[in-house]
Nanobody
């Protein structure tokens, strides 16, 4: 069974940095695009950043220049380096994988359990 497990959230002051990690476990052959989403209280879940298996990236306008997404395909892990954090970045951050090649069949739309990021002013 495939699982996505996030780590690295926490409490940080405005202007600080955090690095999130998301590791996929199980018998995995490959993973297509992976991404980070976030959901603040009372708001819809939104895409923060995404990265393809080839390394192409895209970012929400609100985090461009501050956040960097990367991945290690050998470790089935995606990272989100968050710098210059703002109070409005406070949310639960979720990892997503759109397609995981595994046995007996591919798994689509996998989500992690979420990790809380709180930025104090």
């Amino acid at each position: 069974q495939v699982q996505l497990v996030e780590s690295g959230g926490g409490l940080v002051q405005a202007g600080g940095s955090l690095r999130l990690s998301c590791a996929a476990s199980g018998s995995i052959f490959s993973i297509n695009a992976m991404g980070w989403y976030r959901q603040a209280p009372g708001k819809q879940r939104e895409l923060v950043a995404a990265i393809t298996s080839g390394g192409s990236t895209n970012y929400a306008d609100s985090v461009k220049g501050r956040f960097t997404i990367s991945r290690d395909n050998a470790k089935n892990t995606v990272y989100l380096q968050m710098n210059s954090l703002k109070p409005e970045d406070t949310a639960v951050y979720y990892c997503n994988a759109d397609k995981i090649a595994t046995m007996p069949r591919p798994v689509f739309g996998s989500w992690g359990q979420g990790t809380q990021v709180t930025v104090s002013s």
